[in-house]
């Protein structure tokens, strides 16, 4: 069912020496043409959430992201000047927010190691001035394919995973075949925590439920092409075996996993569309390490 | 052909008082379903150009995007104190950017006239601080449906379109039919005027081919959801008939159509791709009157 | 002892109709001169807080100022090619904030009532792009005269007054009196309410003492230039009588007074320093309505 | 006449391993208040070009200075719900502004060699995230003493000194004859070369007039404790003998001397007024390697 053997543990130098776009890979044109044909009633999802200071999750280094007015009609009539009528003008804005802003990204050179970001990139090409110069957002921004939710609070039967929840892959697989979600080559897996209905309760710390060590061999097993959970990191924190940023290291690092947090996941859920085509447009920022996104579902 | 008389002229009111999302209320489920059956060869476009200071067209008012490093390797271990491995790190940056930068959407309260805003809402409504309050960028920035292109400049052949050269309805109809492009109600049509080739040829100045008001009554005609150009402002520049902003009024604010900008369509041309599916998730910015896109098409 | 009647409460077109700097006309050359001749020990001292994310008063509309790196020794020997030995560059920031960070002024444009700003220019000139046309930064922002801190909580024997004590003349001219320090006409009054050190404490809420409208009378029966105090808004909060921005409008509307929040005063206060020679320059930004400041006391 | 011999030519250790201020130890208390004594006429002089975003000298990479608006007018009666009349508010700003914009003061961590930043702190301590460990901008962006300009066109008998030209001692020395400004250890040396003026004829390009190596031994005769110029770099550039930030290396680096650029000495220079009391208050920025200034000068 995958193209490659279970043992493969790392990716670097899979697609060759200079590859940028790991796991995307997976996803031919052929996979992509097929995912088109998984709709079933053609509604339209947003899977991000609202960009703003309040009300949704922000990691304090990182800082809320800011819309300020460049434009707007208290300019008095400002193009009357260049032949405008009374009255005619236009709203613009300008955005401060960092890349890995609410619902976003990681581009591949997000996280390093002391051997390097995925495929052996050094890890002290992103400086401070010069950003990525292999792995930028750029490189792996764009895709589409068959999206599969794994809804695991509804198959579990909770409202949400209990913050510090490790997610094995035991648990992924049986809420795959309880939902008969057949995974396939290439497929874009979401993996819903629940998380954001407990952190809309008001009550959200450090901890989280997401992805344990364990679960990393489900994505190997299906060659999954990239993950999003609805969780703030993917993986569960704190970390599992306290090995700080362990499932990125597994899966961003060691295999070029696309990685997508803080997706909103509750109306694919509450619909029940567990299959779905896929799209996913990050800002194609020059150099950098992530982007916010608002990746488009189509069930 | 269309929903409705090729007369109606203005949609304020059109599908309600309430209204925020236009023409975009064309594309109905079933027209999205319908549109993901029209993928041929699975290949997967970004229609964005890049984000950068240099290279890219930039309006001076809105400044260049600008990226900042946020963390690097350069941080000497920073999450040792965490229980990270030393040297495991990340990369992290800081976007400063206009909500009009580069490739990207209008929201429906980008422009107003002295009656206001798409559907009615007040011209003033957008504030310093205050933001739109009505057709922000959340109510009309993720959509998706069936793709056209328009290759202008490949049916009359030339390189571009001359800077300052009105697009006609016309020359729209006599593209579309040598390209055995059929117009549907609730299409997304993407024009190319083959302008960001002649800016890339560094002589570009003010004036910039595009839709003439004429061309307005093909969109009608048509019952098209939303449209987006290779140019600057979807429009001819000059403005057509020396009214700033003359094709903004007639499309974005009496019609609700929402608008796209300097989309990179040369991809997509060059393939003769001219029937696709195309997906854009702006990012949702709670109150701007815009967001960049990275539109993605499938072949 | 003041250069007009104790009766004068509105000082618009008092330095005629084309005034914007407001009671800093009070400080004439020859006041400067003199107010050089006060110094005693020539010890420097800076009444600016720290501009930092944490550990200081920060407003939340206004959000935290923050400091990106822009350049750094982890960008590899940047000026190489241009003829600079290995090893050589340079480090730069970039800085994102509030004009009214932390310690900073007012423009005299910095807060309006129906009637307009300071001396009557419209209310409205100053809008989302066009900034003040009148009463910016640069009109009241450089200045320099004799300070007198009035330091109350050592008058009376308290480590600050309350959150919500609203200061009263009689306080002013009482502590004065205790001090010997005798206000002349152009100086620059500096009260210290203690809070800063009420706020490092950890507790503080919206509640800050501070002038209360009575106070208003001191400044006039002793014709101050400015006005600098160590709380986020000269005046006491909840604003006195009920009245939203009171102080303000009696002070920076009516009277033009140029006013500094956030200084900090307690070194002079430690050092018995309650007259000096104060210089104040703040960032001469085209438009903005205020800017942070480091004002430097000589005592 | 100095403190030293005027063969010192390291500081490093100087004032201590841990000093991070530098010349500016040269200005002692004494000398600050002696400096108080030299002002003739009480004129206050601001040094600091606008910030703005055109007109003014803007380095690319640096990027030009931003004010946004944060509230204005515009805001409908924002503080009613507050207790606030019909008609009040406030203007505010945002600023996105590199801490090198326009007129601007060095930390002594702005630039390193190979061996490090003055006083031999590691080159690569300010990192992405981490900043100035030590010599930000807080610890030399306060000071005040006796300021003298040597005005070198007026001496010269020119508008300006020609791009290019590399200023030397023997000028120094001769302009300071020419004057009668008598040297004192501790001073604030500025020098104007002119070349505000020659950009302001808007055919500046890279190269201008500037401190040439061989300048540095009249810093080091009279013990100078900071140079502030009204060029960009302090130095003559194309820079000295090809050397890359030559004269930067030998005054900021390995002398610990603070410089200022981009001064506007023009009034002084045409009131003639070459000695002054001189106060520098730099934003106090956690970890910045400078800051935007607006010295001021009391003649």
Excluded at 114 to 140: K, L
Excluded at 201 to 207: I, K, Q, R, T, Y
Aim: charged share 20%; proline share 4%; with cysteine.
């Amino acid at each position: 069912m995958t193209d490659t053997t279970s043992t493969r543990k790392d990716n670097w130098g899979r697609w060759g020496a200079d590859d940028q776009r790991g796991t995307l890979n997976l996803i031919t044109d052929e996979r992509v043409l097929a995912a088109t044909q998984v709709c079933k009633t053609g509604k339209v999802y947003s899977l991000s959430l609202p960009i703003q200071q309040e009300g949704v999750p922000i990691f304090d280094y990182r800082g809320a992201p800011r819309r300020y007015s460049l434009t707007s009609a208290s300019d008095k009539d400002p193009y009357v000047d260049f032949g405008a009528a009374p009255g005619v003008g236009s709203n613009e804005d300008m955005l401060v927010l960092a890349s890995h802003s609410i619902t976003h990204m990681d581009a591949l050179s997000h996280v390093y190691t002391h051997e390097g970001i995925y495929n052996g990139f050094p890890r002290d090409e992103f400086s401070t001035q010069g950003a990525a110069e292999h792995c930028d957002i750029r490189t792996n921004g764009t895709f589409a394919g068959r999206g599969i939710l794994l809804d695991l609070p509804r198959h579990q039967g909770v409202d949400w995973l209990e913050p510090g929840h490790a997610i094995t892959s035991a648990e992924l697989e049986a809420c795959a075949d309880a939902q008969g979600s057949e995974l396939r080559t290439g497929d874009i897996l979401l993996v819903r925590t629940g998380w954001l209905d407990f952190f809309a309760g008001g009550e959200s710390g450090f901890a989280q439920p997401g992805l344990g060590v364990d679960a990393v061999s489900f994505v190997d097993d299906h060659d999954i092409a990239a993950v999003g959970c609805d969780n703030g990191a993917i993986e569960v924190m704190p970390f599992d075996g306290g090995v700080f940023l362990a499932v990125h290291i597994e899966l961003l690092v060691k295999r070029g996993v696309t990685l997508m947090e803080h997706l909103k996941l509750s109306e694919l859920a509450a619909d029940g569309c567990h299959e779905f085509f896929l799209s996913v447009g990050a800002l194609p920022v020059t150099g950098a390490a992530g982007s916010p996104i608002n990746p488009v579902a189509i069930g």
